[in-house]
């Protein structure tokens, strides 16, 4: 690594612009980090638009939602796009990472699942519900499962809520924590679970037509593009923006999932 780094910082004559417009080149492919599933297929999308422009993208796939911020953080990735901002405000607070927002793009909405019940009522006392084990979307979980009856949260509960913040569990529903990748393969073992719909889609669920319960329209879970904060002002951080927030990935984004993603540009 150290290696690396000092051929990187070789160029010291190169003024500062310059070096920053070889981010993007054939030479030096901007490498931006998403999740498998509907992340890896719009930017794709994107990197074809971006490539008319001159802008030339490598694309890394990861499988869980702590890696990406670790590799942007290391200088292993130049942006990411796979988050809400509640869980990068999470991240930069608990991780210290040096991050930011740059760019909305995509909504989401968590849906229930279930292979047994076609209602959260249905869930019988002492049935198990898979959630994620992440902070925000583990918070964001029970807010869907408690506005649906599964049970009641303290009066002000939000996306940062815990099972802790439980009030009243008349069916004694228990909660149970998993990776949020591994959720739809628990589907099986549990009476219903809630899932990250870039997941869902992923294990061919359609949160639309599948879900049993589901975040309405107005989810203030936007999905966003994330840079280092050294970053945000670079020129290819503009470009890459300008190449996701366009009307050819709104058409793409609907004609591909249906309404089951939402555009947040």
Do not use: C
């Amino acid at each position: 690594m150290l290696v690396r780094r000092s051929l990187l910082l070789a160029p010291l004559a190169l003024p500062l612009a310059a070096q920053a417009q070889e981010i993007g080149s054939a030479q030096r492919p901007l490498r931006i980090g998403v999740t498998a599933g509907p992340h890896a297929q719009v930017i794709e999308k994107v990197r074809d638009i971006a490539a008319r422009d001159g802008l030339v993208l490598r694309i890394i796939e990861f499988q869980d939602f702590i890696q990406p911020n670790a590799a942007l953080a290391a200088g292993d990735l130049d942006a990411n796009s796979y988050q809400h901002q509640p869980f990068l405000d999470q991240q930069v607070r608990d991780r210290r990472l040096p991050l930011v927002s740059v760019g909305k793009t995509l909504v989401f909405p968590m849906g229930v699942y279930s292979r047994r019940h076609r209602s959260l009522a249905e869930v019988p006392a002492g049935g198990r519900i898979a959630i994620p084990n992440d902070p925000t979307n583990g918070g964001r979980a029970l807010v869907l499962l408690a506005q649906n009856g599964a049970f009641r949260l303290r009066d002000g509960a939000d996306f940062r809520a815990t099972v802790a913040d439980i009030a009243e569990n008349g069916r004694r529903i228990r909660v149970v924590e998993l990776e949020a990748a591994q959720l739809p393969r628990a589907l099986d073992e549990v009476e219903a679970a809630a899932i990250n719909s870039n997941f869902a889609l992923q294990a061919g669920l359609n949160p639309v037509r599948d879900s049993i319960a589901i975040e309405s329209a107005g989810s203030p879970y936007a999905n966003l593009i994330a840079v280092r904060e050294q970053d945000r002002d670079a020129t290819w951080v503009r470009r890459l923006v300008a190449a996701y927030q366009t009307q050819e990935i709104k058409d793409f984004v609907q004609a591909t999932f249906g309404g089951a993603v939402v555009p947040a540009f």
